[in-house]
């Protein structure tokens, strides 16, 4: 089985989410009640701590109106 | 807490997957291993059953030498 390094797709979503998340002047509370989540878990999210799945991704990018691809590109 | 339907994401990715798949001529079984990942696994992933972690999302995008948003692309 390959060894491979802890996904830097983290990073860039932490980093995507807080520019987002900033652009939108919402608090991590905010986001997470508009995405239907827990607030300690989208803070993990935001730390990189958080293995995320694709359906809470998409509660994401559904809260902030931006595609799930969005969120994974460091523009 | 907001009622968010089976995310739609999951139809994209398995489209997208098969169809860059088809495109190398990839087997499951040689998508997996590439990925290293297990072949149950990634056919559940291909039948949207699975709600696929950043982390493997990562790992087929790198066997596939695609963006991890490719993969959540229609295009």
Redesign the interface.
């Known amino acids: ?4 390094p ?5 990073a860039i ?1 932490a980093r995507q989410l807080r520019l987002l998340r900033a652009e939108r002047g919402w608090s991590q509370e905010r986001l997470a009640a508009e ?2 989540l827990n607030r300690t878990y989208l803070s993990a999210v935001e730390r990189s701590e958080q ?5 809470n ?3 994401i990018a ?1 809260a902030l109106d931006v ?4 969120l ?2 460091d523009l």
């Open positions: 089985m390959k060894r491979v802890l996904s830097p797709l983290r979503l995405a239907g293995n995320i799945s694709i359906d991704l998409y509660r559904q595609s799930a691809a969005r994974l590109t």
